[in-house]
């Protein structure tokens, strides 16, 4: 047994390394790192496949560091989340949020049903999906050239926010939904909808109230006692510890851990002291978000992935056109041209809460998410990613030098 751990050790220790070196060369190389980390988790799925690696044990020794990596990234979501701040911009982001988000859900389940002939569910977890952004590779691209805090940085931010917020949201709603579906398909489906959402609105409007509560009533005095009787990391451990606690009631309440980690995000995002915590969780968050992004690679089925390209590529599209076609006109309100352009660019990129829905869906059964879909939406993150800097940096760095000039 000490010899089989020992052996799941190595592996862990090797992959922690990996992943130290990975992240700081690709981004010199200006790809983001999530890509390395797919790669490392499907390289790590090959070497199991032929030399055992892993096994049973180790797999489930990675699958709950990628659900702790799950917990890590939703709560940094929500702690970097400014809702006073979203609500007083409302107006002006909404309309170009309401349209993007329609658009691409829309097109995206049209073109799984129709196109890709995929059934109600998994049409719907590709709709669900296509309506997230990554706001961390948005916002990465509009700091390097300092335009985040000029009016279209502003609008970018705040769209890509409440894109990461009715993400959450909508995913909730869909993991309530679809297993109700699934047991009663010749159900009639309004009636079963509105049951069934009822009940889960109410199950969260108490956990939000729940939520709320504790932060504006509990959360500064514990941030407080504990800051006093421990230094860093202390503070920090103890926030992700009730984090990890308020993920886990959601999870049991049946909201899913992803849900809950963002409301504790939340709690603490009100905190003025939410920017030091916030600092000293970038110290640990790079390792443990990384491991959710191997833990998909290592999901990635390879009978699934050979057949996988057509049907990506054709997701691919859609996932650009959805996002670009809901957000430029809508734009052009409250901003120039290159400005819309520039913003549907900044909101193409998927990542964190399109894999965390992917990834559920595919942990609930083929009849949610098959492996060859998961394939698929795997694909058209990394690509996303991938090809939207190199479109963006140019027209960006052009912004900053008309704006330069004026």
Not at 374 to 384: H, R
Not at 387 to 405: H, I, N
Request: glycine share 10%; proline share 5%; hydrophobic share 60%.
């Amino acid at each position: 047994m000490e010899t089989t751990y020992a052996s799941y050790m190595l592996v862990l220790g090797a992959t922690i390394v990996l992943v130290l070196l990975l992240r700081p060369a690709l981004e010199r190389l200006g790809v983001p790192p999530l890509v390395g980390y797919f790669l490392l988790g499907f390289v790590l799925r090959l070497a199991d496949a032929r030399w055992l690696l892993l096994g049973e044990s180790g797999q489930q020794i990675f699958e709950f560091l990628g659900y702790v990596g799950i917990v890590v990234l939703l709560f940094r979501v929500g702690l970097e989340s400014d809702l006073p701040g979203l609500l007083r911009r409302l107006p002006s982001a909404s309309l170009v949020w309401a349209c993007n988000v329609a658009v691409s859900g829309g097109l995206g389940y049209w073109a799984a049903a129709t196109w890709l002939g995929w059934a109600l569910l998994p049409s719907l977890f590709v709709a669900v999906g296509l309506t997230a952004t990554s706001v961390g590779i948005s916002v990465t691209l509009w700091e390097e050239v300092d335009l985040l805090d000029t009016d279209d940085g502003e609008l970018m931010l705040d769209v890509a926010e409440l894109d990461d917020v009715s993400g959450v949201v909508l995913m909730g709603v869909l993991f309530t939904l679809a297993p109700v579906l699934h047991q009663t398909p010749k159900a009639p489906l309004l009636p079963l909808a509105a049951e069934t959402l009822g009940w889960f609105a109410v199950k969260f409007a108490a956990f939000a109230v729940g939520c709320v509560l504790f932060s504006r009533y509990l959360e500064a005095s514990i941030t407080e006692f504990f800051e006093h009787i421990q230094s860093w990391p202390g503070t920090i451990m103890v926030v992700l510890g009730i984090g990890m606690i308020v993920a886990a009631i959601a999870g049991l309440l049946g909201f899913s851990l992803a849900i809950g980690a963002f409301f504790a995000g939340l709690i603490f995002s009100r905190d003025p002291n939410a920017l030091k915590m916030n600092t000293s969780f970038g110290a640990i968050y790079p390792l443990f978000a990384a491991f959710f992004f191997i833990s998909i690679g290592l999901q990635v089925d390879l009978t699934a992935l050979s057949g996988a390209w057509v049907p990506a590529l054709i997701l691919l599209a859609v996932a650009v056109v959805g996002k670009m076609m809901g957000t430029l006109l809508p734009a052009l309100a409250f901003t120039s041209g290159t400005g819309a352009l520039l913003l549907g660019l900044s909101l193409v990129p998927r990542a964190e809460i399109m894999l965390i829905i992917m990834q559920r869906g595919l942990d609930l059964g083929n009849w949610a998410v098959p492996p060859e879909l998961f394939a698929n939406m795997v694909l058209v993150s990394a690509a996303t990613t991938l090809l939207v800097p190199p479109l963006a940096r140019p027209l960006l760095q052009q912004r900053r030098t008309a704006a330069g000039s004026v």
